[in-house]
């Protein structure tokens, strides 16, 4: 996809924020709350409010994929559509094999400055731990913290079934990325007779759940079928939680 | 300065390595140590090696200012100088006040896919990290690690003087960026009759040192004329030590 736009030096720096979503046949999924953490996350980064931004997007939402809106600390505001590549397909179909390993930060111990809570550009160390997980064998990765509790995926939420309650981490205790995917999910949850609850979770809680998903807006639940290489059952919630979100 | 060039999307994600040098009349400074860095910043990253950098940086060296040379994961590889800002003058001429704050992770127990030694294009946290410093009153700030040593600034290295000795921080035993600025500046102190030395340092010990410096390839030395609020001594060899780097 040539989609090339003209932009300073300065621009390349990460110092901006952005949001992608799954662009659908009715409009990008989830629209408001993602134009919401956008916003938020400029106000983290003490960027004026990005006000064109569903101006930009609804210019470019033209068929389906992924759609992603940029926005850079110059000002630039940009909305571009490519194809949803065919391993994220794969693995929102058969599941991923994750791996966890610690971060090296605490969840309290966070600096004054810290920019976790927002979707900010600087995204190096996320395709880093990825592109570690994979020479590892695995798919994806979770993040620990130094107290050993599940934070999050370099590009995902972690969501967990226990009995008939759904679990995600709570974004404001753990230093993380509010996921509105899985924010989202647990929203609907109770209309398939699922209680939601948001709490912090250890890795051997997480690892004896009924069920884990990765959730994130383009790949919408990805199954984790192994996790730290132990096998684990495909859950029957799987399908059903897809069809909830619409996938 | 209109120096736009067209780039991709994904080339906005921090995905890339970048070096920042001082362009003097006689050419840029250090150049052969900062295109070694961009290259191993780029195997950090498992890029392929930068190959036409130092042809990039030969086209653009134009006059005197600061030249930035940019690589992304995409391939862009381009050079620019833009003119160095009067804040950076003043500040090596002035010195600077800084204030130390907890990064919140430990010098040891980065994690395996850690970028920390590679200049990487995910600068989002130290611009954070900046402009907080300077909402407290400060002109930069130290970070330090949650067992308390000094580890680097957001954008310079530390170095300090106890007695005859000249000492940085080691980068490989922090898990920081190698200081090209200090490690020169270490390397030719021995000519003004000082001994080099690196070695990991508290607070405490920093703040006891004779002279502190933020050592970076732009502003040089700026000597720290507050920390954490306590006035500091200018030091005779912040300008014997100008001098010796060509400042």
């Known amino acids: 996809m040539t989609d090339r736009m003209p932009v300073s030096p300065g ?16 409009g990008p999924w989830l629209l408001d709350a993602h134009l919401l953490r956008l916003a938020r996350s400029a106000a983290l980064l003490e960027m004026p409010a990005p ?24 000002g630039l505001l940009h909305a571009s559509v490519s194809a949803i590549p065919p391993a994220v397909l794969r693995e929102r179909r ?56 599940a934070l999050e995926a370099p590009t995902a939420s972690v969501v967990w079934l226990t009995g008939d309650t759904l679990c995600t981490v709570p974004p404001s205790s753990a230093a993380i990325l509010p996921g509105i995917t899985a924010a989202h999910l647990l929203s609907v949850a109770p209309s398939v007779g699922l209680h939601a609850v948001e709490r912090m979770v250890t890795l051997p809680e997480l690892a004896a759940a009924d069920a884990i998903w990765l959730a994130s807006s383009v790949r919408g639940l990805a199954e984790v079928i192994s996790l730290d290489g ?14 909830l979100l619409g996938f």
Chains 1, 2 share one sequence.
Request: charged fraction near 25%; proline fraction near 5%.
């Open 51 to 74: 006000v064109a931004a569903r101006d930009r997007v609804t210019e470019a939402a033209v068929g389906t994929g992924a759609m992603r809106i940029i926005y850079t600390r110059s």
């Open 11 to 26: 621009d390349l720096l990460g110092d901006g924020v952005f949001e992608t979503m799954h662009l659908r046949p009715d």
């Open 94 to 149: 058969d599941g991923i094999r994750v791996i966890s390993a610690g971060l090296g930060v605490s969840a309290g111990r966070r600096p004054p400055w810290d920019i976790s809570a927002a979707k900010s550009l600087s995204y190096a160390s996320n395709f880093a731990a990825r592109r570690w997980a994979a020479r590892q064998g695995a798919d994806d990765l979770i993040w620990l913290s130094t107290e050993g509790y």
């Open 230 to 243: 132990v096998s684990r059952a495909r859950s029957p919630w799987t399908p059903r939680l897809l069809e």
